[in-house]
């Protein structure tokens, strides 16, 4: 007796509609509001320009510090009374900090969303920022940092990034900083970074059933005792590529793997081409039928997945691959990843390949875009980046009409193997003369 499964046909894809966005400006700042009529549950999102680029040299970590300290009690309640009044709420704060901005947040029923969103900002514009309480935050994220640094890959990951912006700028070292900087941050680092860009408007995003929500209301709650405005955003850095590959070798003495780390400069996040671009990361590393998945785990064996992608930013971009594998076959990886990236860029892609990227991401789209937090995000990406309020509503359509030309050409175009830079960290006693041997490119001590 035997089980025959047929596998279903993907049917005709559905119309999908990306929520009516509002926006209103209120006591100093912008309301960015999302509407989804009967949605019970509303999220606020409050975007402050305080993101990591603006940390200075040497106290790399000063915002996520300042991120965790949010719930450790306000100016009006300590951190018990505080937990007590968003538990009331059935909420919870979330913070997060990346490159451009820093956030907040909270996700309530919709009734609630006032009170939830005075919370918020009574956190973001007056915290406590107790002394004693930062230097406890501090060495717990500094603890952790070592922790995870005594791990393979973010000593890799650091080598890669100060090859490609350079050590002495912001974008050149680890977005959360390492152990030294985080251990180096100061109570008066916290409170004048506070300071200078948590006390500014910036910009209140809505995602929930606006029928039920005032928007003057809301941005009232979240500006009062704001002054000052944003500063102009800075732009685009530009796409220096290497004439030359060059290799760094990052001693791991004893390490039976060698991670690895390649990659070259790209452009930003609001560049025209994101959609061509991303279709190409897709094929050539973005999902477990990619290219790069198939060659190097499943026809050599070399590793149990391997991935490729553009991470793009307000400012800059990275095209970047990353991976594990056993010491011995850590020069031939590095070969055949190289030539398949090279494949990719020389030849473009196939018809069939690019079918199945275009439905997966338009597909990923649609279902990522059904809750009030996703679309909040969503908001973020527009204002951050200065996209067109149409922008998501036609993004899936884009997506699905990407022409094979167009993604061959950017395959072309944005792909530099030649001008990449390779990072392994592994045992160099074991891979050096391999690594030579292989003729990647020069090899360079990376003291990390």
Known sequence: MSLIATRPEPG????YSFPTIHRATVAGGEVVAAHMPGQLLATAFLLL???AARESQGREGTAAVLAKCLEE???QRDSAAYALALEGLGAELT?????????TGVSVPVDLLPRAVALMA?????PRLDPADIARVRDDEATALRMDWAQPGPRADAALRAD???????YGRPLHGDPTSMAAVTADDVLQFH?????????????????KLDLTELGAAAFAGTSGTSAAPEPPLDVPIATSRRVLLVDRPGSVQSTLRLGHRAPERAHPDYVPITLVSTVLGGAFTSRLNHLIREVKGYTYG?????????????????SSVHTAVTAPALTDTVAEIARTQADGITEEELAVARTWRAGSLTVDMQTPGSIAGALATLVLHGLPDDYYATLRQRLLEATVDEVSAAAARYLHPDGMTLVVEGDGALIRDDLVAAGLGDIIDAAV
């Not at 009574?122 to 007056?126: K, L, N, Q, V």
């Not at 490729?308 to 970047?320: K, V």
């Open 12 to 15: 005709a894809a559905r119309p």
């Open 306 to 322: 391997i991935r490729a992608d553009f991470a793009m930013s307000r400012r800059f971009g990275r095209f970047g691959v990353s």
């Open 49 to 51: 320009d305080g993101g």
């Open 195 to 211: 300071h200078t860009w948590l006390t500014r408007p910036g910009v209140l995003l809505i995602a929930g059933d606006l029928d």
């Open 95 to 103: 913070t997060a900090v990346d490159w451009d901005a820093f956030r």
């Open 73 to 75: 009690g306000t100016k």
């Open 164 to 170: 490609l912006f350079g050590a002495g700028e912001r």
């Open 122 to 126: 009574e956190a973001a514009r007056t």
